[in-house]
């Protein structure tokens, strides 16, 4: 979870009024925070924050606008997310970057002068951001340069990695992107993002000094922000456009809640986006919602009327609109994580506080037990481990790539997620063994063999089920080293069919994630239940596994009765 560090002074700056160790820990329940530590002659304050989907509470500015937005009863306005404004300042997005990094947005802030706690509150949003909602600039990378030595129009393009140099932080001489990529400790650890591309990405301005290389460094001229600038251009580069404005959003309302003015930026895009071709940022992306009054008594309880939820909810910093039996909720522009009626109830409980529900003993006794599935699952795990296996336990939630391309499965149906915040966690995994690719990539320094196994769910299409989905139970095994084969896999499974009182038989399969000709299908009744055989080197590659592997997969669900 993400940990934030702040200052007494600055939270009371942002408050406008003095700070108090117990009411503050107390007001963080408003934000899922914890008050990790405080240190009273620095005013350092540690804060940890229980909530990843919302990276705008990332920062000192996210934290105290909820606290404030409750004590005033309503959140801040912001009249910089109005459409239709003009701009003298413009981004041209030139085609070439389509196929790297397609989309970028920005603004700029005048009028705050840049001091020290300033400065480290910048960076620390910057790196919160970047490393979490972004997976390590990934998907979302933030530059901030000094904004009075720009000349526009800005333009970012797609270059050869030896065509441009520039000086970028932290060096002396002028580099070309191939050589930062090299000899630089940030190209070193970001270049790679860009690196399987012919052209690498750049952000210059209309006099031709070179802004940065996104996402890895910017240049020393005017990438570099010091105490005592108060005019700042913040720019976001990434791979999904709604991900890039949200940043964009959070970083001109902080810059906003500290004095600053907000110059929207237009984008102009070489072709139609989701947002048109051209895009000028800050501006509106949160969704509406209507919820029935009903739904938030059957999840908390408690009856509740339009005029409550109307009241706790414009204090979390919603706007609402009554609508018969139901209301209508806008999330904040800076937030884009509402899902789901769940979303809504949940933040209606946060605001109007846990405690102020009243306790409900049961009124029923019921004896609980495990469902056969995870009786099975229990047995499979304790057999695995007696043949030598470790176990893994993996999210169930995965990128679309690590199912298809990393597989060999090209175009395989999905389970996909509404809204998704992250390309990372953008499908359910429809099988155990890429979870376990996974583990094993990460492994490559870890002495030989590696016995690796999960038992876990997973999500199959299925039109005709009641929400288009099936979840089953499945169990995955992995073994890899130099002399890994079918057999000494075939092996293990026979032992764990024996200790199961199942009989299996295993038929030749062609399957692109396999050997051909090393792939079987294991059938248990007539029934197929999963696959067995050696990972072809095509799979290994993808994940850069660099011994063979075999493994196979069966299906737990299908090995009950009924």
Request: a negative charge.
């Amino acid at each position: 979870m993400p940990t934030i560090t702040v200052h007494q002074a600055d939270v009371e700056a942002l408050l406008g009024e003095p700070f108090s160790p117990d009411v503050f820990e107390e007001q963080l329940a408003l934000v899922k925070g914890e008050l990790d530590d405080f240190d009273p002659k620095s005013g350092e304050i540690r804060v940890e924050l229980n909530d990843t989907n919302r990276p705008d509470l990332w920062c000192v500015e996210g934290v105290v606008r909820q606290i404030r937005a409750r004590r005033q009863g309503r959140g801040d306005v912001y009249p910089f997310f109005r459409e239709g404004r003009d701009t003298p300042h413009e981004l041209i997005v030139d085609p070439s970057v389509s196929e790297v990094r397609p989309f970028v947005g920005a603004c700029v802030a005048r009028g705050v002068t840049v001091d020290d706690t300033l400065l480290a509150q910048l960076i620390q949003t910057q790196e919160k951001v970047c490393d979490v909602f972004g997976r390590k600039r990934r998907s979302i990378a933030i530059g901030i340069y000094a904004a009075g030595k720009l000349a526009w129009p800005l333009h970012y393009k797609a270059v050869s990695p030896t065509e441009v140099r520039f000086v970028p932080l932290g060096m002396d001489e002028p580099l070309t992107l191939a050589e930062i990529a090299a000899m630089h400790p940030k190209g070193q650890q970001y270049a790679p993002i860009v690196a399987d591309h012919g052209r690498w990405p750049l952000l210059a301005d209309n006099a031709g000094t070179v802004l940065s290389f996104p996402p890895v460094i910017n240049s020393r001229a005017v990438g570099e922000v010091k105490v005592g600038d108060s005019e700042l251009f913040l720019e976001v580069t990434g791979t999904n456009l709604r991900m890039v404005t949200l940043v964009v959003n959070i970083l001109a309302t902080n810059m906003a809640d500290r004095g600053a003015r907000i110059e929207p930026v237009r984008v102009r895009y070489p072709e139609a986006t989701e947002f048109g071709a051209e895009v000028t940022m800050p501006r509106p992306i949160a969704r509406e919602l209507r919820v029935e009054l009903d739904a938030f008594t059957r999840a908390l309880g408690d009856a509740v009327d339009a005029d409550e939820v109307a009241r706790e909810l414009t204090a979390y910093g919603f706007s609402v609109r009554a609508d018969g039996g139901a209301v209508t909720v806008h999330a904040p522009e800076y937030r884009d994580d509402l899902l789901h009626t769940v979303d809504v109830i949940e933040d209606f409980a946060i605001a109007r506080g846990y405690d102020s529900f009243a306790a409900l003993m049961p009124q029923e006794f019921t004896v609980g037990g495990l469902l056969p599935i995870e009786s099975l699952a229990d047995r499979v795990r304790e057999h695995m481990v007696g043949l030598g296996f470790q176990e893994v336990l993996s999210n169930i939630l995965v990128s679309r790539e690590e199912l298809t391309d990393h597989m060999e499965l090209h175009g395989a149906s999905l389970v996909e997620v509404a809204n998704v915040m992250s390309a990372s966690y953008s499908v359910l995994r429809n099988a155990v063994l890429p979870s376990l690719l996974r583990v094993e990539r990460e492994s490559g320094k870890a002495f030989y063999p590696h016995q690796l196994f999960e038992v876990g769910e997973v999500a199959l299409p299925r039109p005709d089920a009641p929400m288009g989905s099936e979840t089953r139970t499945q169990m995955a095994a992995l073994v890899a080293h130099p002399e890994a084969n079918f057999s000494e896999l075939a092996a293990r499974l026979e032992m764990l069919s024996y200790y199961l009182n199942v009989d299996h038989t295993l038929e030749p399969v062609d399957h692109a994630s396999y050997i051909p000709g090393r792939a079987g299908r294991i059938t248990v009744g007539g029934v197929s239940i999963g696959l067995i055989g050696e990972l072809s080197p095509e799979v290994l590659g993808h994940w850069g596994i660099t011994v063979p592997c075999a493994a196979f997969e069966v299906d737990l669900s299908a090995l009950l009765p009924g």
